[in-house]
Every structure is written in C-alpha cells, then in structure tokens.
C-alpha cells in the first residue's frame, strides 16, 4: 500500500473516532461513480422518454402495456405503509466468491442490508450484535446481508482475508458481499457515511434507511416494528 493510501485510511479512521461515523467516499470508488453518473443520465434519457410516451397514450384515450406494469406496481406499494415502489436490483460476490443478487430478498419477509467499511469503528461495534440477531431469527422472516464498502471484487486477497477476519473476530456470521459496479450503483450512490443501513420486503421494496450505527437492542426494535407491518 502506497504512503498515500495509508494516509488517507489514518485521516479516516480519525475521522471515525471523532465524528462516530465514518466517511464512506474513498479512492477505490471513484471509476464506480464515474460509472454510476453515465448510467444515471442514459437512464434519466430513457426515463424522459418512456413518460413522453406514456403522455401521448393517455391523451389518445389509450394505455400501453409498460403504463399498465407502472400502475400495477404502484397499486401493490399503496397496500403497504411505508413501502417504496421502487426495487433493487444487484449482483456482486460474497467473502467466499459465490454470487450472490437481489433474488436473495424474496427468501426472507425482512432483509436488513448493513453498509460497512474496514476501517470503520462504529460499523466494527455494531456487528457482533447484527450477529446475534441474525441468529436470532428465523431466516424465512429476517436475514442481514453486509456490503464491505471499501473492499472491492478483484481486491488483492490479503484485503479480502483482512475483511473476513474483522468478520469472525466480530462474530457478524452473515453474509457479507464485495463493492462492485451493480452495488454502488443501487445502494451506495446516496450513501455518505458508514454505516448505513437499508431495510428492504420480499419484493425489494426500500422500506427503510437508517445512517449511522445502533446497539442490539435498538435495532431489535427496528426490525420487529417492520415485521409487524408487513
């Protein structure tokens, strides 16, 4: 690792103690946001377009088949108190290589989706008890999945082995995914701070964000009060 580079992970880190929350912007993200910022605005295009369209049908008295999808999607989100009409949609690969995507949410009622970073302390005290609650439940009504927001796919393996280890020494025995391009992209784009936690139904609907890192039993109160929703 360059001079820089541990530089700035020590800026960060005292950042963390100071602040309680840890700055998630580093310098491995960059071409990501790059990234991020081309398909935002092809899909911005793409969204004009669809609604300029959708304009047009419903001044003909008529309704296209992609108008009718929205408005059923809407319909399905109306029934349920706090629950967003737009889903997420990702693939990425665990600590261990596997791939792992959004189809993961419809095995579990209530998914909690924990951003974190290695350098991070207020993420580091928070995961021993997102361990214990996740064991706590039964996986069909509640799973946690981490995103390790400054451990990308392809890193170097002794970054990936140093993750794993901060992991199991945690005991945060849940699934924990590498950053790629899908993930920032439909998490981390709105995210300024780690940690930040999303909390998502079945169908990948946000149903809650919450910034900055809570103890056991805070979140168990936060995760019971959505499963009682849904």
């Given at each position: 690792?360059?001079?820089?580079?541990?530089?700035?992970?020590?800026?960060?880190?005292?950042?963390?103690?100071?602040?309680?929350?840890?700055?998630?912007?580093?310098?491995?993200?960059?071409?990501?946001?790059?990234?991020?910022?081309?398909e935002n605005?092809?899909?911005?295009?793409?969204?004009?377009?669809?609604?300029?369209?959708?304009?047009g049908?419903?001044?003909?008295?008529?309704?296209?088949?992609?108008?009718?999808?929205?408005?059923?999607?809407?319909?399905?989100?109306?029934?349920?108190?706090?629950?967003?009409?737009?889903?997420?949609?990702f693939?990425?690969?665990?600590?261990?290589?596997n791939?792992?995507?959004?189809?993961?949410?419809?095995?579990?009622k209530?998914?909690?989706?924990?951003?974190?970073a290695?350098?991070?302390?207020p993420?580091?005290?928070?995961?021993?008890?997102?361990?214990?609650?996740?064991?706590a439940?039964?996986?069909?009504?509640?799973?946690?999945?981490?995103?390790?927001?400054?451990?990308?796919?392809?890193?170097?393996?002794?970054?990936?082995?140093?993750?794993?280890?901060?992991?199991?020494?945690?005991?945060?025995?849940?699934?924990?995914?590498?950053?790629n391009?899908?993930?920032?992209?439909?998490?981390?784009?709105?995210?300024?701070?780690?940690?930040?936690?999303?909390?998502?139904?079945?169908?990948?609907n946000?149903?809650?964000?919450?910034?900055?890192s809570?103890?056991?039993?805070?979140?168990?109160?936060?995760?019971?009060?959505?499963?009682?929703?849904?």
């Amino acid at each position: 690792m360059s001079k820089t580079a541990k530089k700035t992970l020590l800026l960060l880190a005292i950042a963390a103690v100071f602040l309680g929350g840890c700055s998630q912007k580093s310098g491995n993200t960059k071409n990501l946001e790059n990234n991020a910022q081309k398909e935002n605005t092809a899909a911005a295009k793409e969204e004009q377009k669809e609604t300029d369209l959708a304009e047009g049908s419903e001044k003909a008295g008529e309704q296209t088949d992609h108008t009718a999808g929205l408005e059923e999607t809407a319909e399905k989100a109306d029934t349920k108190e706090g629950t967003a009409s737009v889903k997420i949609a990702f693939e990425g690969q665990d600590l261990e290589g596997n791939t792992v995507s959004s189809d993961i949410l419809s095995s579990s009622k209530l998914t909690m989706i924990n951003v974190w970073a290695t350098y991070c302390n207020p993420c580091l005290r928070e995961m021993p008890g997102l361990g214990e609650l996740a064991a706590a439940y039964s996986p069909e009504e509640f799973q946690i999945i981490g995103v390790i927001s400054d451990v990308e796919e392809g890193a170097e393996e002794k970054m990936k082995d140093f993750a794993a280890d901060l992991v199991a020494k945690t005991g945060a025995d849940y699934t924990h995914l590498l950053l790629n391009e899908s993930l920032y992209i439909s998490l981390l784009t709105e995210v300024s701070a780690v940690p930040t936690t999303f909390f998502f139904d079945s169908e990948g609907n946000l149903l809650n964000t919450i910034v900055g890192s809570m103890d056991k039993s805070a979140w168990e109160e936060e995760i019971n009060a959505l499963l009682e929703k849904l």
